[in-house]
């Protein structure tokens, strides 16, 4: 099949971007249209920087080649967004940028349990694979669980002098540099961690730590959206934030809260996307077998509803659970089905933090002041 330009243009005619009134061709979003046989090459300027709006484009200008001109066209679609448009909408950077650290990376559930910490270790494990240098904090001050999921649970962080400074050494394990406030806590006695004594815990792990250079650093966040997450939000320059959710409804609705807390005006954290842990079952005697026990692509439709993007599926498998068990992230297992999915899980995140990047400048720690911040959060 040989596509033609203008069938292509014809289609394209009949789309807008989000908030503007001419159809995408007229209003000059479309810069380039090429073709090849049956493959499609779309540049797009938009002068808008909001993720979702380009994310739309995006789907929309796939979706109508495919409706209006041929349905398995190839098409790719190149988002450019111009500079000075961006710029003007975004608020001045003000926050302080950890030395050292490009990308603060935030994983988050509204739900407990819903598999935050195994995606977290997983997604760590993956990025170190492909050959990042990672960093994990773990700020579940509720169930820090990094420690027992990447098999350092007897270890402590040592002191390292850092120019004059004496700092916390992480520990490290698969490759990734891990500080945990499990390390300073006993395994079998309850912590009951007031708000401001948690946030400067987690202000020593964060800036008094000898990190070194890290492409990411992955911060594992209690669940739900209280005090806790205002604190490391308030700290941390943070790049952006993945909502970990089972696809069941009553996981959705705190995901959907999740996202929205990190949406907040007052926070304005870009939430890269939404991973579907527990997507389905699979008995490991039979891989070809989905059995879907909490309900079919529920945080894939809440991805598509609240325009985020979908960052992919994880099946509710024995071995993942017994690898975060043993010590051992399931990821680190090669040649195996699992491992492809923590690789396209993980791609996929590394391909929205380049996204992000390319059309926002870093985010600053925000600033809260007033009770106002909070209550806004705890809608
Ligand atoms: N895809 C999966 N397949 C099998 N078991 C899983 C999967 N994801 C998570 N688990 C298991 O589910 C349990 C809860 O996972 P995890 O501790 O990662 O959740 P969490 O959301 O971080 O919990 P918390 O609310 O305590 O922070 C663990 O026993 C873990 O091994």
Redesign the pocket.
């Known amino acids: 099949m040989k596509l033609e330009k203008e069938a292509i243009l014809k289609a394209l005619k009949t789309i807008t971007v989000a908030g503007e009134g001419k159809n995408m061709v007229e209003s000059g979003a479309i810069t380039n249209v090429i073709t090849f046989g049956d493959e499609v090459v779309v540049d797009m300027t938009l002068a808008t920087p909001a993720l979702h709006i380009r994310k739309r484009a995006e789907v929309d200008v796939m979706k109508v080649i495919h409706e209006k001109v041929y349905e398995k066209a190839k098409v790719k679609v190149n988002v450019k967004v111009e500079a000075a448009a961006a710029k003007a909408e975004v608020p001045k950077i003000k926050g302080n940028p950890i030395p050292g650290i490009k990308n603060i990376v935030a994983v988050a559930?509204g739900k407990?349990?819903?598999?935050?910490?195994?995606v977290t270790a997983n997604l760590a494990v993956t990025l170190a694979k492909m050959g990042f240098k990672v960093g994990l904090l773990d700020a579940?001050i509720y169930?820090p669980?990094a420690p027992i999921m990447f098999d350092v649970e007897r270890e402590r962080p040592l002191s390292v002098k850092v120019g004059n400074a004496s700092k916390m050494k992480p520990v490290e394990s698969y490759g990734v540099k891990i500080l945990s406030i499990g390390f300073f806590t006993q395994p079998d006695q309850a912590v009951v961690w007031r708000g401001p004594m948690a946030a400067k815990a987690l202000n020593q792990m964060i800036f008094d730590a000898a990190w070194g250079e890290l492409d990411f650093l992955l911060v594992d966040l209690?669940?739900g959206t209280g005090d806790i997450h205002l604190s490391i939000m308030q700290s941390l320059p943070i790049t952006g934030a993945v909502v970990v959710s089972t696809p069941q409804n009553v996981a959705l609705a705190d995901a959907r809260k999740g996202v929205a807390m990190f949406q907040q005006e007052s926070i304005s954290v870009p939430v890269l996307g939404i991973i579907q842990?527990?997507a389905y079952f699979t008995p490991e005697e039979l891989p070809e077998n989905k059995y879907y026990l909490f309900g079919k692509d529920g945080a894939k439709n809440l991805a598509e509803d609240l325009n985020v993007p979908f960052l992919g599926d994880?099946?509710?498998?024995q071995s993942?659970?017994e690898a975060?068990?043993v010590g051992r992230p399931a990821a680190l297992q090669t040649a195996t089905p699992l491992e492809k999915a923590f690789e396209e899980m993980t791609r996929n995140v590394v391909q929205e933090v380049v996204n992000r990047n390319e059309s926002l400048p870093p985010t600053e720690a925000i600033k809260i002041t007033t009770m106002a911040g909070c209550s806004a959060v705890k809608k």
Do not use: A
Request: avoid cysteine; charge should be neutral.
């Open positions: 559930s407990g349990g819903v598999g935050k910490s195994t579940d169930g669980s209690p669940p842990n527990m994880l099946p509710l498998v993942i659970r975060g068990d």
